[in-house]
């Protein structure tokens, strides 16, 4: 289906699914419902494990799934966005993450085959839903303790391992990597997309926190963009946070520094609170109205997220055929990303080499001249990068010569460094974790 996936991308925009838990509201499930016959006796409380449902109701989740199709998607989504043990936990449930990944691929993988099989000039496709689980890998829960994590990146990269090895096995054509508020995670995840020789096509998108437009850990869109592109996606973008027309100006922004496609799904409009429950009010053709101005920004994959349904897919889908479409051509440009800024790979000028003391100066940290060469020597000094990288002002060279220290380095550098070694896996390292490699004036971007 790859081939088909790639056929189809250069052809048309592609429609993604709207919302999940919007259609699964409307079921009004309890608790008995969620528990199903299987888990009657276990001993936490169940209900509002979406992810359950794939075990429990499979029926409710292969019919919303059969709405979207009927509506006009070419992609829809499993229903795994927190199937994973980190968020499974809260549930006692993480033991059937890789259960319920399978469970909830297999059942769109049936619906979607089905609709293919009644019209195979419109393949339709399934995008495994990894989620941003309910940590973060880079920031504290504690304000007195800047260096406390919920939760490491091997953990995060284990979990997702599981969950992707889930979804393959279950028959997803995409790993969608959705609503990324921190870009560690979402490291952890391409992590795990590798370590589980994953070769299906992967889509990254990320979120906002606020009209600031920055992700929660602190990214702008550029930053974010450049910290996670060197994985060879099929598509960067943005979900969730924001309507079509608040989101306008970040996939602009988006646009104008990515070289792959680009994917939107916003939610329908802004929420309001009523009766204490926040509401989704844009109605379907209001939605579906910002489809060109979004494919003049760069919008080759269209979907919904929270408040969108079937209606506001199938507006869409009325809407996207009125657009021409000519297959875009990409650049090869590549940068390096703190969370504050990006700088082209080949307009970077460095540090003399310092120390990782010296480089926590405030003066240094605050340089927009030069990127700072910082040499790596201990443990401590990693421990030291990861916990004030967020202080930075431009991207670090790393200076290390230890195959180890250096693998740990780039493991815990949220945004895209540049790297510096003679370590004997400096270059592997380098094209695993997306650094550019410089030696002297020379730069290599993997």
Known sequence: MTKRLYTALAERILLLDGGFGTMMQQNHFDEADYRGARFQAHPTPLKGCNDLLS??????????????????????TSNSFNANRISLSDYGLASYAREMARAAAQIARTVADRYTAQNPSKPRFVAGSVGPTNRTASLSAEVENPASREVTFTELKEAYREQIEGLMEGGVDIILIETVFDTL???????????ARCTLPVMVSGTLADRSGRTLSGQTVE????????????SVGLNCAFGARELMPYIERLDAVV???????????????CDGEEKYSMEPREFASYAEEL????????GGCCGTGPKHI?????????????????????YLATEREIIRCSDVSMSEEITCSEFLMDDLMDCLDVCPLVRIACDEEVKNLEENQHAAAMPVIIACDD???????????????????????AQELAKFYGAC????????VF
């Open 55 to 76: 075990l429990t109701q499979p029926a409710s989740v292969a019919e919303i799934h059969d709405k979207y199709l009927r509506a006009g998607a070419d992609i829809i």
């Open 185 to 195: 995670n979402c490291k952890a995840a391409l992590y795990a997309v590798e370590e």
């Open 295 to 302: 494919a003049q920004s760069g919008v080759l994959v269209f």
């Open 403 to 425: 195959d180890n220290l250096l693998d740990k380095a780039l493991l815990s550098y949220n945004g895209r460094a540049g790297v510096k070694s003679a370590a004997p896996r």
């Open 223 to 234: 930053a974010f963009a450049a910290s996670v592109e060197y994985a060879d996606l099929l």
């Open 437 to 444: 490699i410089y030696g002297g004036v020379i730069h290599y």
């Open 314 to 334: 199938r507006a869409l889908a009325d809407e996207v055929l009125k657009l021409s479409f000519e297959n875009p051509s990409y650049s090869a440009e590549e």
């Open 259 to 273: 070289a792959c496609r680009i994917s939107a799904h916003p939610n329908a409009g802004l929420p309001t609170l």
